[in-house]
């Protein structure tokens, strides 16, 4: 669990409540709470935080290649409160061998081209999301662009 200062702020402490074991850590810094929450847990989270925290508003979802480090993947949630003027971070790590985790188009139809690009970039896999395919890489491209390993100059 996070640190006392982060485990006594009120999205923590609601979040710990709802599911005890759903907040890995956390912390706070310039202004702007992170939480990393179980990948597992993810899809189950968002629903919460935007129904009974008002976090309605997804800015971005991006992901994070920490190679050759394990875990190896960051996925990464920016929320927005309008009604509280407050940002959350949400970051769940995934390992290399395991790098799926479950798709929050359900909770924010804007997450469907978010992970669209984490998936063409990172390759990703996101359970349940509509229509998972490549967005900027055209469809028959090798690998994954933004994954360190990939070569510079591209699989010959």
């Not at 990393?36 to 847990?41: F, G, H, K, L, M």
């Not at 798709?103 to 998972?132: K, M, T």
Request: aromatic residues 12%; hydrophobic residues 35%.
């Amino acid at each position: 669990m996070a640190s006392s200062e982060v485990a006594g702020m009120p999205d923590t402490a609601a979040l710990s409540e709802f599911d005890p074991e759903a907040v890995i850590d956390g912390k706070y810094d310039r202004g702007e709470l992170t939480l990393v929450i179980r990948p597992d847990r993810i899809q189950r989270v968002c629903e919460f935080l935007k129904g009974q925290r008002g976090y309605r508003y997804l800015s971005d979802v991006t992901a994070v290649d920490w190679f050759p480090s394990e875990p190896r993947f960051e996925v990464i949630y920016h929320l927005y409160s309008h009604h509280r003027k407050e940002r959350l971070r949400l970051k769940s790590r995934l390992s290399e061998t395991a790098a799926e985790i479950a798709s929050v188009v359900p909770v924010w139809g804007a997450a469907n081209w978010y992970e669209r690009e984490v998936f063409d970039l990172f390759g990703i896999q996101f359970r349940g999301h509509p229509h998972l395919r490549r967005i900027l890489m055209p469809e028959d491209w090798q690998g994954h662009p933004l994954r360190k390993d990939y070569p510079i100059t591209g699989y010959r």
